[in-house]
């Protein structure tokens, strides 16, 4: 099952009597693998580290709902596939950061998740995980629409998934170190997708305000974009680079 035999699957479907439909979106939140490196995750095309992690994440207080006032709690217990997506940091639901519950370097380990949970289960059950609620930026809203509905209104819809956001991670982290803030994931990809879903003209606005050194003129090095180029090439985030006549110049020096 773990390995996504088409065997193995097939029969799971059949003894669970899942639909065609049923097993179609419990793999698609599973992510399947396209290729060595890369994953099909709800239609999109994924690096594979982005969903697949040693270090497991999760919303404890969804899991804590499930279980409790159960006699057989871990039968009501569930992982949602959202999890898995390391560009989702919270639980919208419940306003709770996704936290690491348990880290395996073995996958089958890791994945084994009826074990995993079953140890877990008195921590979840005396809030041990639980930590301040956050409130959830618009770049939150954005990926769980577009994960769970494919629904996006914004500029990034016609961008690949994976690369939208991943950039806007990278652009609002270089915003914000050029603004000398702190730089943490969430604040970043809120920063980053606040430009980047305004489309081309936003985001070249950000990338010259990048470039620009503190007299105003623009500065001849990469500065803070520089870990933006130096993102492994995924075809996406060129394209994404190409829809910005700034980026294209931009792109060739590096
Ligand atoms: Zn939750």
């Known amino acids: 099952m773990l390995e996504q035999d088409a065997l193995a699957i097939e029969t799971f479907a059949a003894r669970s009597g899942l639909t065609p439909e049923q097993r179609a979106t419990l793999l698609s939140w599973t992510g399947e693998r396209v290729g060595d490196v890369r994953m099909l995750f709800r239609g999109e095309v994924f690096v594979s580290r982005a969903l697949r992690n040693p270090v497991v994440r999760g919303c404890p207080q969804c899991l804590r709902e499930q279980a409790e006032g159960q006699n057989r709690p871990l039968r009501y217990m569930s992982m949602s596939g959202d999890w898995l997506c390391r560009g989702v940091d919270i639980c919208l639901k419940h ?21 995993r949970l079953a140890m877990i289960l008195p921590e979840l059950f005396s809030g041990r995980f639980e930590c301040e609620h956050v409130e959830p930026f618009e ?19 016609k961008q690949a998934l994976f690369a939208a956001m991943t950039f806007c991670d ?13 730089v943490d994931g969430r604040h970043a990809k809120a920063a980053g997708f606040a430009v980047a879903s305004q489309g081309p003209e936003s985001i070249q606005e950000a990338l010259e305000r990048l470039t620009r050194a503190e007299d105003g ?29 700034f980026a294209i110049s931009f792109a060739t020096m590096s």
């Open 95 to 115: 306003r709770h950061p996704l936290v690491p519950l348990w880290s395996c370097q073995s996958r089958f380990e890791r994945d084994n998740i009826g074990e």
């Open 139 to 157: 770049y939150d809203r954005w990926l769980d629409l577009r994960l769970s509905q494919g629904l996006d209104d914004t500029w990034l819809a």
């Open 170 to 182: 990278l652009l609002g982290a270089a915003l914000l170190r050029k603004e000398g803030q702190e």
């Open 217 to 245: 003129e623009h500065t001849v090095n990469q500065g803070e974009l520089k870990p933006i180029f130096l993102w492994p090439s995924v075809t996406s985030i060129a394209m994404m680079r190409a829809s910005t006549g």
